[in-house]
């Protein structure tokens, strides 16, 4: 009796045939061959061995340093002493009325606006200087420190100074101001010029220390 090798099946007739598939119980080659792997295509999406390509790292990005100006601009550095430069003009004529009794302040003399009368007061003396020296002392002070030279120095004492006497010169004006209109009971034209350029010079000075102006350049990563 005849065996059948595995992987055959029967003809009618005793005949045997192979399984579609096989020769001599071999697995056929594909009948269609398979195209190149998506690995191997320009641009495919997985490495040569099938697997999954990494994705590349990205590049770091480089932080970049952007320096902050330390000055503030031209045109406020020639604001600051064009004001300061003024205030010592008016503090120079103040003086030199106060000690030429021949000379007389340009100012017109009413019930309400007397010059004369506020500089000859006792409140025109302080801790006994008079009030328009401390004045002159005041805007040469401010005259140097406000020029656009110091305004590039980052020295921070100069920085502070400059803060420092603003501060103290609108002090002394808010006094000044309410001794003329309580104590004297007059207004000085020229004292009053004086006290609006303080009062303008205080609202530069303490708006260019809140922006960083005049300290040392410091950068800022973006």
């Known amino acids: 009796m005849a065996t059948r090798k595995p992987g055959t099946t029967a003809r009618p007739g005793g005949t045997q045939s192979r399984d579609k598939g096989t020769r001599g119980g071999r697995p056929e080659a594909s009948a269609t061959a398979t195209g190149p792997r998506q690995g191997n295509r320009p641009g495919g999406g997985r490495a040569g061995n099938g697997r999954p390509a990494p994705a590349r790292a990205a590049a770091p990005v480089k932080a970049a340093e952007v320096a902050q100006p330390a000055a503030p601009p031209l045109w406020f550095q020639l604001t600051t002493w064009i ?3 003024a205030g010592l003009g008016v503090s120079i004529y103040l003086t030199i009325a106060h000690y030429n009794t021949a000379l007389t302040l340009a100012c017109p003399a009413t019930s ?18 008079p009030v328009a020296v401390l004045g002159l002392a005041f805007y040469v002070f401010l005259a140097v420190v ?77």
């Open 112 to 129: 309400t606006i007397n010059c004369e009368k506020v500089t000859t007061s006792p409140e025109s003396i302080v801790f006994g200087i």
């Open 83 to 85: 004001l300061s430069l």
């Open 146 to 222: 406000n020029s656009p030279w110091a305004w590039r120095i980052t020295w921070p004492p100069l920085r502070w100074a400059r803060v420092g006497s603003v501060v103290v010169g609108i002090l002394f004006v808010l006094y000044l101001v309410y001794a003329e209109l309580f104590s004297i009971g007059a207004i000085c034209l020229w004292c009053t010029s004086v006290h609006v350029i303080t009062f303008a010079l205080f609202v530069l000075i303490m708006f260019s220390a809140a922006a960083g102006y005049g300290t040392a350049k410091a950068t800022a990563r973006v």
